[in-house]
């Protein structure tokens, strides 16, 4: 006989998921169990656990699995676990255990087709990040839709690395954690996986060799996507719209890296920009992108465009706070022109950063999506709340800024039209349209007169330039 000497068992920290729903990891969990002979392309930041999750989650309910990687398959099973190199064949054995099978397939860099065998599985699991070949491909061949995943939540991560018991039974140091959600995000395989060593030099020549490729590995390597989180009208409830998507820079790290790229190949930068400052989902990513590039221009001595007086920005300060009760940091001087940089957060949607000068305001914006009076009741908010900072102001600048001319004039062409029906409304109508009290301010002040909406295009090199 031989005797073990077991361990002390030791606590372990979790999260219990049924008491968290935002998380929405359960909610995905039924609503695939739900959906039979159904494939589903799970779009993911980097290297995450999401299949690996599926995984024990369907062998926990004794559910048959074929565990798809690009060195081998793994069949669990009642049996056990059988492997096999290479794809799996077409016999009548293969096809009965698909028919009861899950299929997931964990595969994500580099070129990868799944066998159409697999579609005789009642459900099939592709977790990958962002390769829009893979996506098309993989539609045509299972009829797969796309749905994102959330990114690991802070909760998530501070369950595991946080406590100094927990970091000492996973071998995890809380300090190298939170150094790799600064420089590379909260991408989980990097943070807990052991074998990744993403270094901030690491990160830099990835985000290069990736910048001047045509294809999606840029958005990889620089963005995580979650899922739309909408809100019933009726109810107030949150639900996930998972078939959508809102797209945002993994780090401030690679925001910064990409802003240097982008400067020194603008270009090409360009091909990465067209599209995502026209879209939703990846307005913010092209807004942060954007406002930077500006923003170095001016701290460099960029001339202001002729609408503002031209001249030179003499002050920089950062807004803190929402668009109706915010603080400046520094406190502004009398030193003009003054250049407001706004945070990134919903009540500051329309506008992506102020330009101040003696007489003018401007309110810039990188291709906003259609117009609609919210935004000027944002605006609107932000000039009154600026009152004591800007003194007598003659005119007011919507400045819609982009990289495709046409694109920009016909935003410009909508949002002018917005604009004249809110110059036409009288103080009832007001209301109706931005709301008490603002409305009553608005129209006492006679604000919206002074809007006027104007285009612009920019270059690293020569700045922003007007555009009828």
Not at 243 to 264: G, H, K, M, P, W
Not at 388 to 396: A, D, E, F, S
Request: include cysteine.
């Amino acid at each position: 006989m031989v005797m073990v000497k077991y361990r002390e068992r030791r606590s372990v920290r979790y999260i219990e998921l049924s008491q968290h729903p935002s998380l929405g990891v359960l909610a995905a969990q039924a609503d695939l169990v739900h959906r039979p002979n159904t494939a589903t392309f799970m779009l993911r930041t980097g290297n995450i656990f999401g299949s690996l999750y599926f995984l024990f989650r369907r062998l926990a309910v004794g559910q048959p699995v074929f565990y798809v990687t690009r060195e081998a398959v793994f069949y669990f099973s009642s049996y056990g676990v059988q492997t096999c190199q290479g794809p799996v064949g077409r016999g009548p054995q293969t096809s009965k255990a698909l028919q009861e099978s899950w299929v997931l397939i964990d595969v994500n860099r580099g070129p990868f087709a799944p066998s159409s065998v697999y579609r005789q599985a009642r459900c099939v699991v592709w977790t990958s990040s962002h390769h829009e070949d893979r996506r098309i491909g993989f539609h045509k061949t299972f009829g797969a839709e796309p749905w994102y995943m959330k990114p690991w939540s802070s909760k998530e991560i501070a369950a595991l690395a946080c406590p100094l018991k927990q970091g000492e039974l996973l071998e995890i140091d809380r300090g190298t954690v939170l150094q790799k959600i600064k420089t590379g995000g909260p991408v989980a395989r990097a943070l807990f996986g052991g074998g990744f060593t993403n270094t901030n030099t690491t990160i830099r020549n990835d985000l290069k060799s990736s910048f001047h490729c045509r294809d999606s590995s840029f958005a990889d390597q620089a963005f995580f996507m979650r899922p739309l989180v909408r809100v019933n009208p009726e109810s107030g409830q949150l639900s996930l719209q998972r078939t959508d998507y809102q797209a945002e820079f993994l780090s401030s790290f690679i925001a910064a890296e990409t802003i240097d790229l982008a400067v020194r190949n603008f270009d090409t930068s360009k091909v990465h920009l067209a599209d995502p400052l026209g879209a939703g989902s990846t307005h913010g990513v092209a807004a942060t992108l954007f406002e930077g590039l500006i923003h170095r221009a001016f701290k460099h001595g960029g001339e202001l465009p002729s609408g503002f007086g031209g001249g030179k920005v003499a002050q920089y300060c950062r807004l803190l706070g929402r668009a109706d009760q915010f603080v400046c940091l520094p406190t502004p001087t009398q030193k003009r022109p003054l250049y407001l940089q706004p945070p990134q957060c919903p009540s500051f949607a329309p506008v992506d950063a102020i330009l101040v000068t003696q007489s003018v305001l401007g309110f810039m914006q990188s291709s906003p999506p259609e117009p609609h009076s919210g935004a000027f009741a944002r605006m609107l908010a932000i000039m009154l709340k600026l009152t004591g900072v800007l003194g007598y102001i003659k005119q007011v600048l919507y400045c819609l800024v982009g990289t495709d001319v046409e694109r920009v004039q016909s935003r410009v062409k909508g949002t002018r039209r917005m604009l004249v029906k809110l110059q036409k409304l009288n103080i009832d109508q007001l209301c109706d349209e931005l709301g008490l009290p603002i409305a009553i301010e608005v129209a006492s002040k006679g604000l919206l007169r002074k809007f006027k909406v104007v285009g612009y295009t920019f270059h690293p090199e020569y700045g922003l330039e007007e555009f009828e």
